[in-house]
């Protein structure tokens, strides 16, 4: 703990001091939309009720020809597991992302095994440094054990040293095993995201901490992805770079403050925090033409027949990327109606608001389910598992993707006990990459693809 928060404060000190001398760049115009739906448009009334709501965050198009400055670390797994084939395809890849960043753009390279290795300290990319990073990445060897906790802090401080407020500032971790020291990286994660500093996870192959993965990208704001083969490492750096020069929206957050005596339970699949006025969900940057929805648990009071219901507040704020230091924002209200009337409470559904709600509660149960397996628990997830499905399937929703999602998760009960296994390649391969499809399908859900 002690040496969590002394994380803490040394990365908010150089987040300030980075601060203290960003550049400015050209305007861009407000990208962001906000709105709401809920799952009834009625409350019963005489009674408590609980109701969802879905809050919608929306990105318009931007201008082509501008591109924010790029701060970015690529965090990389050179431990023993990555001998062979993966550290090799590791290199390749790591040369491709430097190749697809652009002059002016920042980039840090860490590795990490027994230890971490700062690698490429962050430098301003142009002829001579690219062709210097080129030399130091191609020494990349794979060896010893799987020291994540410091190769991720070692590239969260590369960033921070020299965040930029016009810019896209983010660490991409690559990894392929279980870490040696797992305590701390989440709440690690959560402090990078909160000053501005998002995650890219990417789970390479079928031995590591999916949970573990997904959390720390949740936490942070950023982006969960698992690459099943070590080949297709080098698309998914190019496509990570491609999305942060796409990024119209920086650290943005969702504040949600409830109407009186309205109780908000929680926000599904996302970490919210907890403050006076309601509570806050650090969303992080957000790319062109990518939609996020939120979706809300409330405990509704009672209230007369007829009479509104003021439910909840929703304030979403960001940076734009071509204003540094200029806050923006939107705001939306949610009300209904309370009603003695069933058919009222019958008409006023609404289906879409009704699938997206039981496709998120799907994926966050999935997601727990792993985690209590991956805990050695594997009797209590199947059971979890069981519920879940249960739940699922008599939540009458409709649709080819709830479907699938269905038919995915139902895949997992006779894989979980692979995750207290190791990978062979006769019995451990197949269910393990069960879970992992899962696990990628019900992140995918929970971060709006």
Excluded: K
């Amino acid at each position: 703990m002690h040496r969590t928060l002394l994380f803490v404060a040394t990365l908010f000190a150089l987040v300030l001091s980075a601060c203290a001398g960003a550049q400015r760049h050209a305007r861009t115009p407000d990208a962001l939309t906000l709105d709401g739906a809920l799952g009834n448009r009625f409350v019963p009334s005489g009674a408590r009720s609980s109701l969802v709501a879905r809050i919608r965050l929306g990105t318009a198009a931007s201008d082509p020809s501008t591109h924010p400055p790029i701060n970015l670390a690529l965090v990389i797994d050179t431990s023993g597991s990555m001998e062979g084939a993966p550290i090799d395809d590791a290199r390749t890849a790591s040369l491709a992302l430097l190749d697809t960043l652009r002059d002016g753009d920042r980039l840090a390279v860490v590795t990490f095994d027994s230890r971490a290795e700062l690698l490429v300290p962050s430098v301003t990319l142009d002829h001579a440094s690219r062709e210097d990073a080129r030399a130091r990445i191609g020494r990349m060897r794979a060896r010893g054990t799987t020291d994540l906790l410091h190769g991720l802090r070692m590239g969260i401080e590369q960033v921070a040293a020299h965040l930029d407020r016009a810019g896209v500032n983010r660490v991409v971790l690559l990894g392929d095993g279980v870490p040696n020291e797992p305590q701390g990286i989440e709440d690690m994660a959560a402090s990078a995201g909160a000053h501005g500093i998002s995650i890219t996870a990417l789970g390479l192959g079928l031995d590591y901490n999916e949970t573990l993965m997904g959390a720390i990208a949740t936490r942070s704001g950023g982006r969960f992805h698992y690459v099943d083969d070590s080949r297709a490492v080098a698309s998914v750096f190019r496509g990570e770079v491609l999305r942060l020069e796409r990024v119209v929206a920086r650290n943005a957050v969702v504040t949600l403050t409830p109407g009186p005596d309205v109780q908000i339970e929680g926000v599904l699949g996302q970490q919210a925090t907890r403050t006076d006025q309601g509570i806050t969900i650090n969303v992080g940057d957000l790319t062109e033409g990518a939609a996020r929805d939120l979706v809300v648990r409330m405990n509704v009071p009672s209230r007369r027949a007829g009479a509104p219901v003021e439910l909840l507040d929703a304030q979403l704020a960001w940076t734009d990327p071509g204003a540094p230091g200029e806050l923006r924002s939107r705001d939306l209200f949610l009300g209904a109606h309370a009603t003695a009337s069933a058919t009222d409470l019958e008409g006023g559904r609404d289906a879409e608001v009704e699938s997206v709600a039981a496709r998120v509660q799907l994926a966050v149960g999935t997601v727990a389910v792993i985690r209590e397996a991956r805990g050695g628990h594997v009797e209590e997830a199947q059971r979890q598992l069981d519920q879940l499905l249960d739940g699922a399937r008599q939540r009458g929703v409709h649709g080819d993707a709830y479907r699938r999602q269905i038919a995915a998760v139902t895949s997992l009960r006779a894989a979980l006990p692979s995750t207290a296994m190791p990978v062979t390649e006769t019995a451990g391969a197949p269910p393990q990459r069960a879970v992992r499809e899962a696990h990628e399908q019900a992140m995918s859900v929970l971060s709006g693809e």
